[in-house]
Every structure is written in structure tokens, then in C-alpha cells.
């Protein structure tokens, strides 16, 4: 990665944007000059400290308020409401406003991927009774959307028990994705490398989750989020992007922990892309999505993933995949794609 990149990536008050412009500028360098970066200005290194409200602090004590906000509550409590769902093979939040999740922590290793007693072909997506119904995505809304129920967690990191796999199915752990070129493709491809992370490291953890991430507008200038909302009523908003934070553990009690960040468009990825491409460090993650995934590991802990492996993809094509799984086709439809 660049110094350029790192830098914007590192403004803080262009986070988000830095995060889009780094990404796609790397993305699209042999097909399109670089985007254009947010300005940035420069940052004091000392700061003055932050004005607060009143100028001689008192004592709760000695203020008697002649109103009471908390009296709201005898009404309900507002929110905002993170759904969360502990499951036997992932962990969900869920975000009610977006109806899709905020992010879904899984844990897998070389025992639990070889154990296979669940059949996707016995799975079914399914709504999530957890969730509030005015609040839940809807299997309806899914229904010629044109974008896959693609898997947070993938179905095939929990084949260790049929109840798991089904728990995959649930629609708290999708997000609509482009079907083919990315959730059958390369999506599917990066997940097939978080696997394959298991011959080398004893225990692997993944969280996985949706990015909204703003665009600079040709005409203005100006930085913008915009993506698309499916349902009717349309409810479901489809994410500009999709990240992944892995932590592959040594498997020693306060051992190494080798972190790797990844953000990828929600949109056809040439297989030819390097996955390097979409390497980002993170805490531009955690400033793009507003989540904090390490700030209980100590840096003398961390490594970096991509300079302990080879992180890239290995290309196998969905249709082969299925052909060596399946053995020779039968008059059939297919089934929905691995996740």
C-alpha cells in the first residue's frame, strides 16, 4: 500500500471517503485514472483542549432541573437496537434502520472443517424470529431484487452439524450481493482462503459485515453516500461494500495474533485481481464502520497477516466446484451457490 493511500486512510476526518478513494484508486488503475483524494489539512500536534458546556461545573446535587427527559422512557426506550444472536457457529448485531447485520463474528479451525454432517441441500433461508418483525428483512424482499442472499458467514465454515449449517441461513446473516463476479466468485474465493488460513494457523476468527461508503459526485465534487434499497416497501439497503477482519491465532494462551483487513465493492471483481488489492489496515475499518475489533490486543501481540502468508485467491470456478462436489449432473436446477 502506498504512503498516499496510508495517509488518506489515516485522516480521520475523511476516514470514510479516504476508505472509498484508497480502495477504488487501487482498484481501478489499469482501467481509470486514480479518484481524485479528499483535500486534507494539516493536524496541529498539540490540541487545546474541548469547550464545555458551562463555565463552573457544580455538583449534581446542588442543580434541581425543572424537567425530566428519562420520563420518556416510561414509554419505550428509543434505541437504536442491536439485535444480537448468539448461534452455535457465528455471532450476529444486527441493524434494524439498514436491515442487514453490522457485522457477524465466526470461528472456525482445521477439526471443525472437517467434520461434515451438513447438507445445504436440507437448508432453507429463513427470517430471523429474534428480530422484531417491522424491523427484519423479509424473504420477499429478496425476490427478484436481482442480488444473492449472500452469506456473512458462510454456509460452508459450518458443516460440522446440520442445526449449524441451517443457523448460517438465517436472513440476519445476509446482505444482498451481486451474484455473479462477486458472491459466487471472488466473495466466494476470499472465504476459500479464510479456510485455507486453517493449515497454517490452530484458530482462525472472522468478522464479516456490510460498508456504506461515500462516492465523490463528477458534478460537484462533493463526497456522497448513496446505495440502492430493495423491498416493498423498500427496506433492505444494499451495501456499497463488504469487509473482512481475520485474526489467525498462534494457538498459544497470550500468543501471536496475525490480523488482515479487506474491503471489497459489492460489485464484479475480475478474478485476475490480486487480492492484495483490497488489503486495507484495520482501523480504517473500524473508522468506516464505526466498530472497534482490536483494542484489547496489545501491539506487541499483533502481526501482520499478509507478510506472514501469500494472501491471494485461489480461482476455482463455481460450476467446477460443483461438478467435482457433486459428482456427474443430474436433471435438476443447481442449487443456490456455496457461501
Given amino acids: ?47 487545546s483542549p474541548l469547550p464545555v458546556p458551562g463555565s463552573r461545573p457544580r455538583p449534581l446535587k446542588d442543580l434541581v432541573a425543572p424537567v425530566d427527559p428519562s420520563g420518556l422512557f416510561q414509554y419505550g426506550f428509543p434505541g437504536p437496537v442491536n439485535d444480537l444472536a448468539v448461534r452455535h457457529p457465528l455471532i450476529s448485531s444486527f441493524d434494524r434502520r439498514l436491515r442487514n447485520p453490522s457485522w457477524v463474528a465466526e470461528h472456525i479451525t482445521a477439526e471443525s472443517l472437517q467434520v461434515k454432517k ?100 463528477a458534478t460537484d465534487g462533493k463526497w456522497r453516500v448513496s446505495y440502492e434499497v430493495i423491498g416493498s416497501p423498500p427496506s433492505v439497503a444494499v451495501p456499497t461494500h463488504f469487509y473482512k477482519v481475520i485474526f489467525a491465532e498462534d494457538g498459544k494462551t497470550g500468543g501471536n495474533v496475525a490480523l488482515g483487513a479487506f474491503v471489497l465493492p459489492n460489485a464484479v471483481i475480475a478474478n485476475e485481481k490480486p487480492l492484495t488489492e483490497f488489503e486495507v489496515p484495520v482501523e480504517a475499518v473500524e473508522r468506516a464502520s464505526g466498530l472497534d475489533f482490536a483494542s484489547k490486543l496489545p501491539a506487541q501481540r499483533r502481526k501482520k497477516l499478509c507478510a506472514e502468508v501469500s494472501c491471494g485467491i485461489l480461482v476455482r470456478e463455481w460450476a467446477d466446484r460443483q461438478k467435482n462436489l457433486q459428482g456427474p449432473p443430474v436433471r435438476r436446477g443447481l442449487p443456490s451457490p456455496p457461501n
Fill in 1 to 47: 500500500m502506498s504512503k498516499t493511500t496510508l495517509a488518506l486512510i489515516g485522516a480521520g476526518a475523511v476516514a470514510g471517503a479516504a476508505l472509498h478513494a484508497a480502495i477504488n484508486s487501487r482498484r481501478e488503475r489499469t482501467v481509470s485514472p486514480p479518484a481524485t483524494p479528499a483535500p486534507l489539512t494539516p493536524t496541529s500536534t498539540t490540541s
Fill in 118 to 217: 451438513g447438507d445445504r441441500h436440507h437448508s432453507y433461508f429463513a427470517e430471523d424470529p429474534s428480530v422484531p418483525e417491522k424491523f427484519r428483512a423479509k424473504l420477499k424482499d429478496y425476490s427478484h431484487s436481482g442480488y444473492d442472499r449472500g452469506h456473512q458467514v458462510p454456509a460452508a465454515d459450518a458443516k460440522w452439524e446440520q442445526q449449524a449449517m441451517d443457523d448460517t441461513f438465517f436472513l440476519t446473516n445476509m446482505c444482498p450481493q451481486v451474484g455473479d463476479g462477486f458472491n459466487r466468485d471472488y466473495w466466494a474465493h476470499l472465504e476459500d482462503f479464510c479456510r485455507r488460513l486453517t493449515t497454517t494457523y490452530p484458530s482462525v476468527r472472522i468478522v464479516t459485515g456490510p460498508l456504506y461508503l461515500p462516492k465523490r459526485d
